[in-house]
């Protein structure tokens, strides 16, 4: 797979592979030892970057993902971008399948995260660690320090912030220079479009997380699959909706016609799309499934002009849609 560069200098594939739903929130978790394969047989494929979070787990071991990625990466450590992810954890007084989050980004919680992170993943260090949602408690350049104190111990070599602001990230960055931002982005949630030109200023990537809206953009579910309201995620957003099935038919037409003119699927041309807009956009598609990691990995090689990138964001702009998830409730602790 080819390589793009994240920030100064974290060169990682093309494509990364989402690893929570191995563990949380997409139905019950995989069995570990298959998991172990997939992850393997992903960097066969050619992906080096893994993206975690000590929070992606399951009720036995809320941890669960992050010694899974840990397990498998631990023989080829050397030749893999581990990315986790600390500040953040879920209210566990809701009765909801998808719990509130709640900030937490005190330096003193930071230092408790990484090394938990460092033991689960058997690593020495974190290849980009990121601040899973701003703390409003916290501020920014309380948050930068302890992450340019780490990096200078060498507990993480690059940092980032998910669901970022502008102001927050320039606040940040002024402290210690931000490698990349991790926000949700696919043809159907592009609100952070508006941060390009910041991250362009700055010189931060961009890590595309739910690049195919959560699924629905790969075309493979229709008005009458259901989710378990227990453990998948998807039981509660809004584009898996019957009513959503009718609204975007459309998207999913079109979408289909364009994978037919470049021979390739609905979701290559979804990961196409972005890749092709900016040459710092990383997206981090989760599958459980060999076929469909391959499937995703080709979308690397599928080339959309500036020309037609635009005309797909016409088209976007212009065509009626549900709406999309747009992400977990968070509140104050």
Not at 143 to 151: F, G
Request: aromatic share 6%; glycine share 6%.
């Amino acid at each position: 797979m080819k390589t793009r560069t994240l920030g100064a200098d974290l060169t990682v594939s093309s494509l990364g592979l989402g690893c929570m739903g191995f563990s949380h929130a997409y139905g019950a978790p995989t069995e570990k030892n298959k998991a172990i394969r997939s992850i393997r047989a992903a960097c066969d494929l050619g992906y080096t970057l893994f993206d975690t979070a000590e929070t992606y787990g399951t009720a036995t071991d809320p941890h669960d993902n992050e010694r899974l990625v840990g397990e498998a990466l631990k023989d080829i450590r050397s030749n893999v971008q581990i990315v986790t992810k600390f500040g953040i954890r879920f209210d566990e007084t809701s009765t909801a399948m998808n719990k509130p989050l709640i900030p937490d980004a005190r330096p003193e919680t930071i230092r408790a995260s990484v090394e938990g992170s460092l033991r689960r993943l058997r690593t020495d260090h974190i290849d980009l660690y990121f601040q899973h949602r701003m703390d409003p408690n916290v501020e920014p350049e309380t948050v930068a320090q302890v992450m340019a104190d780490l990096i200078r111990e060498g507990k993480i070599t690059h940092w980032g912030i998910s669901e970022v602001t502008e102001d927050y990230l320039r606040r940040a960055h002024t402290v210690c220079p931000v490698t990349a931002v991790q926000n949700r982005y696919s043809m159907m949630a592009r609100w952070h479009e508006a941060l390009f030109p910041v991250l362009e200023e700055l010189h931060v990537g961009f890590v595309a997380f739910s690049p195919m809206a959560n699924g629905l953009l790969t075309g493979a579910y229709g008005r009458d699959d259901k989710f378990d309201p227990r453990l998948d995620y998807r039981s509660a957003m809004p584009q898996f909706t019957p009513e959503a099935a009718e609204q975007n038919r459309e998207l999913l037409r079109i979408l289909g016609v364009l994978a037919e003119e470049k021979h390739a699927t609905p979701a290559q041309i979804s990961l196409a799309w972005m890749l092709c807009k900016k040459p710092y956009i990383i997206p981090i598609p989760g599958s459980r499934k060999v076929e469909r990691m391959r499937e995703n990995a080709g979308a690397a090689d599928i080339v959309l002009s500036a020309a037609e990138v635009a005309q797909i964001d016409h088209i976007l702009d212009t065509i009626p849609m549900s709406a999309v998830f747009g992400g977990t409730a968070v509140k104050s602790r």
